[in-house]
Each structure stands twice: as C-alpha cells, then as structure tokens.
C-alpha cells in the first residue's frame, strides 16, 4: 500500500514540475537589470547567483570619471565630498610608476606592458576612448565567463541569455590617481580582445562560449517582458538618453528594485571619511550612489513616481559580513583565502572562474576589502522573483544630488535630526594612545560632522524596505 502511495505522490510531482516547465515556457523570461562595473569582484558573485535563477540579465558596463575629456593631467582635490579631477592621461602615468615600483612579476608585467604598449595611449586625443574600449572587453570577458560557468541549482530551470550593455561614465572620481586600483594588471591574464562593432551608449552584444560576439538590438531586450527587476549594485551613471527611455517604457513590468548602499543612521558607520590626498567622500555618502549622483537622484525619482506599485528594498553597507580570515599570531598575521573560498562554496556559486578572478582579485597587492556586497542584493532580488517573502524593515532613505549621501533611518525625522543621530554614534574624541590613523580619522569624521549641516540640504526621505542578513559560521548567507 505503502509503495501505490509512493508512486502516485512522484506522479503528482512530476507532473507538477512539468505543469511548472509549460507555465514557464508560455510567459515572458523575467529580466534583471544590472548595473556593473570591474572595480570589485563581487558584481560577477551576483551575475553567477542570476544565472542560476533561469531570468535573462542585462549586465550595464559602466566607467570611472577620468575617461571624461578634461585638461587635468595633475590630479586635484576637490572640495569636501566631491572627490577629484583627473584625466585618463594622469591615471595611466600613476599606472606605469606604481608598476615600476613592485617587485618583478615575471610574465603577468610583460603581458600588462604588451597589452598597454599601443600608439592609442600615447595619443591624448585617443586615450580615453580606448582605456573605455579596454574596460569594455574586459567586463564583457569576465562576466561572460561568470555566467558561462555558473551551475545550474535546479534541473528545472534553463539558463536565460546574457546581455552585456555599455553604460556611461561616472561623474564623480571619489579616490585620487594614486588610490586607484588598476584592473588591467589584476586582471590581465583573462584579458581578450572582443573587437565590437560599437561601444557608444546603448549598445548591447551576447557573447557565446567561444566569446563571439553578436550585436543585439534594445528592442530584443526589452520587448514583452512582464517581470523585469532592477539591481542598484553599481554606478546610475548609465541612465540617460535611450537606456532611461527604455526602463521608463517598461515601467510598469518592475516588480522590485534593490539598492545595494548606504548607511544606518542608527549604527556606529563601517564606511571611511575622507582621507587627505586618497579618498575624498562623506562618510554616508556610498559608492554606488555617489558615482553619479545627478542619475542616482533621477532613477529614484523615476521609479518613486510609481512607488506605490514597485517596491523598493535597500542592503545598507551594514548589512554585509567580512570575510576576511587569517592564519599566524597577533603580531604576524597572514591574509588567507579561506573566507571567500568558503562563501562561494557554501553559497553555491563556486566555479574555476570565480576562484581564479577572485584570487587575483583579493591577493592583488591593493589588499582590496574582502566583502560580496553585490552577491546580498542579489541573493534578495532573486529570492524576491522567486515569490518568496521578503521580511524588510520599513525604513527612510535619505538622498541629495551633489554629494552622494545616502542614509537609513528606522523613523520619520528631519535630515538634521537623522545627521544628529548618525555622527553621535561617532567617537571623535583622539587620546593619547591613538595611533596615527586612527587619529587622522577621527579628526576627518569630526570635520565632516561640522560641515554637513551646512553643506548639506536634504527635505523629505522615501519608503523603503531595509533588508538583513546573517551568516553562518560555514560562510552560508541568509535573510533574517
């Protein structure tokens, strides 16, 4: 009896699990919207976790702020908050003494040398526009290969299509020439050329598993989608001109949008001030807002005015865990891969890309933070798509357009009252046992604080649903 019974339940779940497939194949393939950049590795975690969900993406390649045409061939500090300005000719001249600084890396310099030797980067009139077409293949590359080896999770699910697009340039440059990671030398043994057609805004290819490349139109992104999803995990610097125009037609098919950035209010900050000659930034203000904050304020803009059909979620910089590990004593630690091995492992997006282009990454010798900030917007997003509840915590954001400040608060307040709240939780006071940098620090948190009610100017917040996470100690993430 037992095993009639047996059978007849596998009956019923297969044929669920194909009434699931013909439910799938007769509706649009959700899109996600990414926003991206190569500055971190954890936008290529997010990629392999979307590429697990069946969705298709558009992956948005977007650009540091030196690629803009300026004079400025001397870096300059800006004032509080604004970062610096810099041409890509000042950039690639801090490249090259840096490199010639370090000790000897046999073939990865040679390559690096080999890719960088070209009549294009001596030209003034022609740098910036080839460092974009550099960036350019270089993103695609990495992010094809993420998608490409990513394993599918469920037997039920096909893979969707990868779109890569071409972004804009950033307006705002928040670190110095000298403070700046160069991506062309970690990266440089995954370096290919793509040769694409074009790489004007806007312009979108799919690449196969040879890297081939094929020129899709906007259209065949965009057209019939119901479902799409919109991940804030880089730069707004891409919305303008046609790539705004198409997300506003398709307003009404957003079923959620996830901002990886900004800080509590209510909690002591894990994000730096602004350090003289290297980083120049408020402290609330994150990176992905404050990029391009002019687009930031005008995406939110846009999707708030159908706020009540699209909501919002947001993953504070608070939200994310270190996975920094160690090995050795107190006075002789060592940096080791355990953390980030175990979390792509335990979180299910391990594969040989992402180990090699993490490791490159991580033990580069720019000692890079070691956090997947963009793998919890997206582990959210995808948990989101797949119907599952979201347990946010209805909070305030509070945004501007000059400085890129983005600030959380669990209540209603006036942004003098929410600024009050967040630097009280900061401990300005220096003594005498201080070291150097920590009382550097303290000094520049002290005078942010002094200049921000008068610098900054921010009226009423917006809705959203702030998102939390927790980790186990095998590295595996989930929502609280």
Request: proline residues 3%.
């Given at each position: 009896m037992f095993t009639r019974i047996d059978t007849e339940i596998s009956k019923c779940r297969n044929r669920l699990n194909l009434l699931r497939i013909e439910a799938n194949l007769l509706l649009p393939t959700p899109l996600i919207i990414s926003t991206g950049d190569i500055s971190d590795v954890d936008g290529f975690y997010a990629l392999a976790k979307y590429a697990q969900s069946g969705a298709d993406v558009?992956?948005?390649?977007?650009?540091?702020?030196?690629?803009?045409?300026?004079?400025?061939?001397?870096?300059?500090?800006?004032?509080?908050?604004?970062?610096?300005?810099?041409?890509?000719?000042?950039?690639?001249?801090?490249?090259?003494?840096?490199?010639?600084?370090?000790?000897?890396?046999?073939?990865?310099?040679?390559?690096?040398?080999?890719?960088?030797?070209?009549?294009?980067?001596?030209?003034?009139?022609?740098?910036?526009?080839?460092?974009?077409?550099?960036?350019?293949?270089?993103?695609?590359v990495l992010a094809s290969k993420a998608w490409n080896e990513a394993t599918m999770l469920d037997g039920g699910i096909e893979k969707g299509r990868l779109f890569l697009c071409i972004g804009g340039i950033n307006s705002i440059n928040p670190f110095s020439d000298k403070n700046l990671k160069n991506e062309f030398y970690v990266y440089v043994d995954f370096f290919q050329m793509l040769n694409l057609d074009c790489y004007n805004h806007g312009s979108v290819y799919c690449l196969d598993n040879e890297l081939s490349n094929i020129h899709v139109s906007l259209d065949e992104v965009f057209n019939a989608r119901t479902q799409i999803y919109i991940d804030f995990n880089g730069s707004m610097a891409f919305y303008y001109d046609i790539l705004r125009t198409k997300i506003l037609g398709c307003r009404g098919s957003v079923k959620g949008v996830f901002i990886m950035g900004g800080v509590l209010s209510y909690e002591q900050p894990r994000t730096m001030p602004k350090i003289k000659g290297e980083l120049n930034r408020f402290s609330c203000a994150t990176m992905n807002q404050l990029y391009h904050p002019e687009n930031t304020e005008l995406f939110l803009r846009d999707i708030y005015s159908h706020h009540s059909e699209i909501p919002i979620y947001v993953v504070t910089n608070?939200?994310?865990?270190?996975?920094?590990?160690?090995?050795?004593?107190?006075?002789?630690?060592?940096?080791?891969?355990?953390?980030?091995?175990?979390?792509?492992?335990?979180?299910?997006?391990?594969?040989a890309h992402l180990e090699n282009i993490a490791s490159a990454f991580y033990n580069s010798h720019y000692n890079p933070p070691r956090k997947a900030f963009d793998f919890y917007s997206a582990f959210a997003l995808v948990e989101k798509m797949n119907r599952r509840h979201l347990h946010g915590k209805v909070s305030f954001m509070y945004t501007d357009t000059v400085y890129g400040i983005c600030m959380i608060s669990n209540?209603?307040?006036?942004?003098?009252?929410?600024?009050?709240?967040?630097?009280?939780?900061?401990?300005t006071s220096i003594n005498q046992h201080d070291s150097e940098f920590t009382m550097n620090m303290k000094i520049n948190f002290a005078n942010e604080k002094s200049n921000v009610s008068s610098m900054v100017s921010i009226g009423n917040p917006r809705i959203v649903q702030s998102l939390f996470f927790e980790m186990k100690t095998s590295y595996r993430i989930s929502m609280k």
């Amino acid at each position: 009896m037992f095993t009639r019974i047996d059978t007849e339940i596998s009956k019923c779940r297969n044929r669920l699990n194909l009434l699931r497939i013909e439910a799938n194949l007769l509706l649009p393939t959700p899109l996600i919207i990414s926003t991206g950049d190569i500055s971190d590795v954890d936008g290529f975690y997010a990629l392999a976790k979307y590429a697990q969900s069946g969705a298709d993406v558009l992956f948005i390649m977007n650009y540091p702020a030196y690629l803009n045409p300026t004079n400025y061939n001397v870096c300059e500090e800006l004032e509080l908050g604004l970062g610096f300005r810099y041409n890509t000719a000042a950039y690639l001249k801090t490249c090259n003494n840096e490199l010639n600084n370090l000790p000897d890396q046999g073939k990865k310099l040679e390559k690096y040398k080999s890719l960088m030797n070209i009549s294009n980067l001596s030209n003034p009139d022609t740098q910036a526009d080839y460092v974009k077409r550099l960036f350019t293949d270089l993103g695609f590359v990495l992010a094809s290969k993420a998608w490409n080896e990513a394993t599918m999770l469920d037997g039920g699910i096909e893979k969707g299509r990868l779109f890569l697009c071409i972004g804009g340039i950033n307006s705002i440059n928040p670190f110095s020439d000298k403070n700046l990671k160069n991506e062309f030398y970690v990266y440089v043994d995954f370096f290919q050329m793509l040769n694409l057609d074009c790489y004007n805004h806007g312009s979108v290819y799919c690449l196969d598993n040879e890297l081939s490349n094929i020129h899709v139109s906007l259209d065949e992104v965009f057209n019939a989608r119901t479902q799409i999803y919109i991940d804030f995990n880089g730069s707004m610097a891409f919305y303008y001109d046609i790539l705004r125009t198409k997300i506003l037609g398709c307003r009404g098919s957003v079923k959620g949008v996830f901002i990886m950035g900004g800080v509590l209010s209510y909690e002591q900050p894990r994000t730096m001030p602004k350090i003289k000659g290297e980083l120049n930034r408020f402290s609330c203000a994150t990176m992905n807002q404050l990029y391009h904050p002019e687009n930031t304020e005008l995406f939110l803009r846009d999707i708030y005015s159908h706020h009540s059909e699209i909501p919002i979620y947001v993953v504070t910089n608070n939200a994310v865990h270190d996975l920094v590990t160690y090995t050795g004593n107190a006075n002789q630690k060592q940096k080791t891969n355990e953390g980030w091995m175990n979390f792509l492992r335990e979180n299910n997006i391990h594969s040989a890309h992402l180990e090699n282009i993490a490791s490159a990454f991580y033990n580069s010798h720019y000692n890079p933070p070691r956090k997947a900030f963009d793998f919890y917007s997206a582990f959210a997003l995808v948990e989101k798509m797949n119907r599952r509840h979201l347990h946010g915590k209805v909070s305030f954001m509070y945004t501007d357009t000059v400085y890129g400040i983005c600030m959380i608060s669990n209540s209603k307040k006036t942004w003098e009252h929410v600024a009050a709240e967040y630097y009280d939780k900061i401990n300005t006071s220096i003594n005498q046992h201080d070291s150097e940098f920590t009382m550097n620090m303290k000094i520049n948190f002290a005078n942010e604080k002094s200049n921000v009610s008068s610098m900054v100017s921010i009226g009423n917040p917006r809705i959203v649903q702030s998102l939390f996470f927790e980790m186990k100690t095998s590295y595996r993430i989930s929502m609280k």
